[in-house]
Nanobody
């Protein structure tokens, strides 16, 4: 699976962005997907995940109610809709694919970046105050 993230940019606080992650490879629909971010000088942080079927979705607390993850298996795409953006959301955002197909898993599983072995190149989101 190869991943290409897009949709980042500069937005004012309170604004919205939609990130997309296009996947190549026939195995996309069998793998759960995640979004992570890395702010300057900080480690990589889990944001959201969606299982291969879309039945399990998890968010980190700081984005609940503001971010929505979705997937379109027919289009080999996973998206992250972000609203009410805050300056602290500024980071490079990465999409990633689960290392194993058909995984169910708990929040602990999906939030661990060691469980993803396919990563996109990242897209920069900058939120100005």
């Amino acid at each position: 699976v190869q991943l290409q993230a897009s949709g980042g940019g500069l937005v004012q606080a309170g604004g919205s962005l939609r990130l997309s992650c296009a996947a190549s490879g026939r195995a996309f629909s069998n793998h759960g997907m995640g979004w992570f971010r890395q702010a300057p000088g900080k480690g990589r942080e889990f944001i959201a995940s969606i299982s291969w079927s879309g039945s399990r979705i998890y968010y980190t607390d700081s984005v609940k109610g503001r971010f929505t993850i979705s997937r379109d298996n027919a289009a080999n795409t996973v998206r992250l809709q972000m609203i009410s953006l805050k300056p602290e959301d500024t980071a490079v955002y990465y999409c990633a694919a689960d290392r194993s197909p058909y995984t169910s898993g708990s929040y602990a599983y999906w939030s661990d970046d060691n469980n993803y072995n396919y990563w996109g190149q990242g897209t920069l989101v900058t939120v100005s105050s």
